[in-house]
């Protein structure tokens, strides 16, 4: 990895852990399986960090922008996926 996730000075320490874990596991479901409950649960405690679907949208950017990696893909894989793990 040879880059930087999109963080917020402004939040607390265990919101930066909480945004690591989600882009940690956008990662893994690239790289191998994810449990689809795990990418929703994660997506829904980012949605309490970052409610502005603008900002949403800014920092999954971001984050696509330096690693190729879609967070709105994997997100919307999850909810439409039957299986319980799944991969990209």
Same mark, same amino acid.
């Given at each position: 990895?040879?880059?930087?996730?999109?963080?917020? !000075?402004?939040?607390?320490?265990?919101?930066?852990?909480?945004?690591?874990?989600?882009?940690?596991?956008? !990662?893994?479901?690239?790289? /191998?399986?994810?449990?689809?409950?795990?990418?929703?649960?994660?997506?829904?405690?980012?949605?309490?960090?970052?409610?502005? *679907?603008?900002? !949403? *949208?800014?920092?999954?950017?971001?984050?696509?922008?330096?690693? /190729?990696?879609?967070?709105?893909?994997?997100?919307? *894989?999850?909810?439409?996926?039957?299986?319980?793990?799944?991969?990209?």
């Amino acid at each position: 990895m040879n880059y930087q996730y999109p963080l917020d !000075e402004t939040w607390t320490k265990e919101e930066i852990i909480d945004v690591v874990n989600f882009f940690s596991l956008m !990662e893994k479901a690239y790289e /191998g399986k994810v449990k689809k409950q795990n990418v929703l649960a994660l997506y829904n405690r980012l949605k309490e960090i970052i409610p502005s *679907k603008s900002e !949403e *949208k800014k920092v999954f950017a971001a984050f696509e922008r330096d690693s /190729g990696y879609s967070s709105y893909k994997v997100v919307k *894989k999850a909810r439409e996926t039957k299986d319980e793990m799944f991969s990209m």
